[in-house]
């Protein structure tokens, strides 16, 4: 690293009584001064930490060339310098952890509703349910892929119907949802709760108790959530 | 604490060290220092007879026990002459050096037992090699490139981020049996009317919702016990924790406020404006 | 960058369906996210936010030596790693410290204490000091991030012991605390001992001998730190 030669004071002969470090010595203080840094640096600001007759402007150039194609790159940032990520690791810096989570009942009640009845309306669901469908419900199952909007029906007030997508096919595991079982299979299957409904309420999840007020609602209610 | 002169007792001086690189300093500069002595400056009294054993000028390894513990002595005489309010502990110490110092001069009694005087004289030696020994490794310690003064962490760390998504699990039984849960409730209807005891959050629910507009004023929730609830104990248990229950979720959506002045008091509701 | 030869992925034959980028790349992964972090990172830290199949490890050594002798350097702490400023330069980024708390002369020679003597229970810190540990002195090396609880001992009282942390290793600048600076000689000496070599210390009480070969390990066996 002082392998610099010796010509180098001699562009700077004022500086004679101070003889600059090696340029080589200068980048190894731009490097560390840039990374330590909170704020990008101006080749000033350098030079005001460095040792006299330093170049900060020709070591910065070294340095922006030696971090080419590395993980972090030298960035002019207006009349400054920093040290950045490269740009096309930025999603190094970005994790996306997965949290799996129960549907609620009042979703999955809903959708269940669609499959078998498709296209329903949502006064057909709440009809079945016995509750409101509110918006929420809705829209998260659309969000996740599940539903979509079918044909509108030609009646009073032309409703929009609900139909369930390829996706929750996929999700599901059928082919259609004609080959949804129905109630006298789903019986033989034991699939049938043999305990009455309410019953099961303080064994759900802590936040599917919510639903109660968020959800199900007597219908008419509807539109305060 | 007054400072006072040592006189020939200290040839090296400690200095109250309150911090690192005073004390650093401290060690080199010591020698020279005037012969003032703070008590305050000591941690303690094996502080103190490091510091008195240092003026031995021999390797700790060889140091006079009972030389230090003359010395030991002589600085407390010193302190006391001054009338110098010494802690109990570097009373205790001379106590017990005043007694080492006597095993350590009286041959030993025939039968004595407990360690010899030798012992305990190469237990103190011990003590006070060991001491050294933290010192110095303290001052190495604090002599390192330190991280924030030599070393310097990144000035512009860039968030590392950790993005929450959220899948939702429903598999193709959840569906079957939510479906069939909706489809045979009328079904189960007549099942709920055998379990005649048991009140239900729901039913109170239902039963709160129009009754709660009227609690205006703070109302004992045992006041919304349905009527043919309160008396028999097994029902009146049941319509309790269901109220009870379905005012937590009443106050959790709020529309109710609840409060207890104390443990088992009644709890109170009142309606939320 | 993509001359990887082509049996590579026949090393890990599991991970067939995944081809974890070349060495290089992983390096160059590894610069970003020490780069981006001011805490030190742990290998496995790394891993889980690097494509599959990926070693950070590896690509940790080659950005060491890719470092030496630069303005900044990989250092290892504990079992994680960190890009810090080369010591020989802290003199150009001095003005930026903050004037940290001074720590009292008790502070620093528990401090030290507990680092030789890992796991060290207050009773044994106040043995060797000839002085009571005051609360505070604890709390301020806590609060610095330098001392956590260790084990309990297990021992009459079964009191808590204390041990340093990464933050002390990487505040002073060391790989493990093995390398406390002079560690081989006091242990030769004998001065780690809670007594002298050889002599047996009949006064101490019983269930104190066990402890020796249950709970206490040598400084340089904490694993933990």
């Not at chain 1, 996706?167 to 049938?192: I, T, V, Y």
């Not at chain 2, 991280?147 to 079957?176: K, W």
Request: charged letters at 30%; a negative charge; proline letters at 6%.
């Amino acid at each position: 690293m002082n392998d610099r030669p010796e010509d180098t004071t001699e562009e700077a002969p004022r500086d004679s009584l101070f003889r600059a470090p090696p340029l080589a010595e200068q980048e190894r203080m731009v490097e560390a001064l840039l990374f330590a840094s909170a704020e990008p640096m101006s080749v000033a600001e350098m030079a005001a930490r460095m040792p006299h007759g330093c170049d900060p402007a020709e070591a910065v150039q070294l340095l922006r060339r030696r971090y080419e194609g590395r993980g972090v790159t030298v960035a002019r940032v207006g009349d400054a310098w920093a040290i950045r990520t490269a740009a096309d690791l930025g999603y190094l810096m970005a994790r996306e952890t997965v949290e799996t989570r129960k549907l609620s009942r009042a979703a999955i009640e809903t959708l269940a509703i669609i499959a078998y009845h498709q296209p329903v309306t949502r006064a057909e669901i709440e009809e079945i349910r016995g509750v409101s469908v509110s918006r929420g419900t809705v829209d998260q199952l659309i969000e996740l892929g599940w539903l979509r909007f079918g044909r509108r029906r030609m009646t009073v007030g032309r409703p929009v119907t609900y139909v369930v997508t390829q996706g929750f096919l996929d999700h599901f595991g059928l082919e259609s949802a004609r080959d949804l079982p129905g109630l006298k299979e789903l019986r033989e299957a034991g699939l049938l709760e043999s305990r009455p409904p309410g019953e099961d309420a303080p064994d759900l999840p802590e936040d599917e108790t919510g639903e109660l007020f968020e959800d199900e609602q007597e219908p008419g209610d509807e539109d305060e959530v | 604490m007054p400072t006072f002169s040592m006189g020939t007792v200290m040839a090296d001086t400690p200095v109250p060290a309150n911090d690192a690189q005073d004390w650093d300093a401290v060690a080199s500069r010591r020698a020279e220092e005037a012969l003032v002595v703070d008590v305050d400056g000591f941690e303690g009294p094996l502080d103190l007879l490091l510091n008195l054993a240092r003026t031995q000028k021999v390797d700790l390894r060889q140091i006079s026990i009972l030389a230090l513990t003359e010395q030991y002595l002589a600085f407390i005489e010193k302190a006391r002459a001054m009338r110098l309010e010494l802690a109990a502990d570097y009373l205790v110490m001379a106590a017990w050096l005043a007694y080492l110092k006597s095993r350590l001069l009286l041959p030993p009694e025939p039968g004595e037992e407990g360690p010899s005087a030798e012992d305990l004289a190469a237990h103190l030696a011990y003590q006070l090699e060991r001491l050294a020994a933290m010192r110095d490794c303290a001052a190495r310690l604090m002599g390192r490139d330190r991280l924030g003064q030599d070393r310097f962490v990144r000035g512009m760390p860039e968030s590392i981020s950790t993005a929450r998504r959220v899948v939702y699990t429903a598999g193709l039984i959840d569906l079957l049996q939510a479906y069939a849960r909706v489809r045979t409730r009328d079904d189960f209807r007549p099942y709920a009317m055998d379990r005649e005891s048991v009140f239900t959050m729901e039913q109170a629910l239902d039963r709160l919702r129009p009754l709660i507009g009227s609690a205006a004023e703070w109302t004992d929730l045992m006041s919304f016990l349905p009527q043919g609830w309160e008396t028999d104990p097994k029902r009146r248990r049941s319509a309790t924790a269901a109220n009870f229950a379905a005012a937590l979720e009443l106050t959790k959506a709020g529309k109710v406020e609840l409060r207890q002045s104390e443990t088992f008091a009644p709890i109170q509701l009142k309606r939320r404006d």
